[in-house]
């Protein structure tokens, strides 16, 4: 499977169930979490650079670089509900699809 593919499959796998999760863990934990607008804004360029993109796999550096940064590499805060941990696992694996 080359690299192209595995971020494909990951997209295919989680972009969904994300574009449903994060504005909601967003409303929820935004007010102690303000990390998590940040989060939620950088997912939104990552989408519409997906959307807009004619290539299979654009460039997202900068955007994947930026998530890593914000979360502290997807380190789940320790007073969360399970819906944002779910997501932070979700980005992560998306972002490692990205990279392999």
Not at 14 to 41: A, C, S, T, W
Not at 71 to 96: A, I
């Amino acid at each position: 499977m080359n690299k192209n593919e595995n971020f494909t499959k990951a997209k295919e796998k989680y972009f969904k169930k994300l574009e449903q999760l994060i504005p909601i863990v967003d409303r929820v934990h935004g007010g102690n979490h303000l990390e998590f607008h940040e989060v939620r804004k950088v997912f939104n360029i990552i989408l519409k650079k997906i959307n807009e993109s004619e290539a299979e796999k654009p460039n997202l550096d900068d955007e994947f670089n930026k998530l890593s940064e914000i979360t502290h590499n997807y380190e789940v805060p320790g007073d969360v509900c399970e819906t944002y941990e779910s997501v932070y696992n979700m980005l992560s694996k998306v972002n490692e699809a990205y990279w392999n």
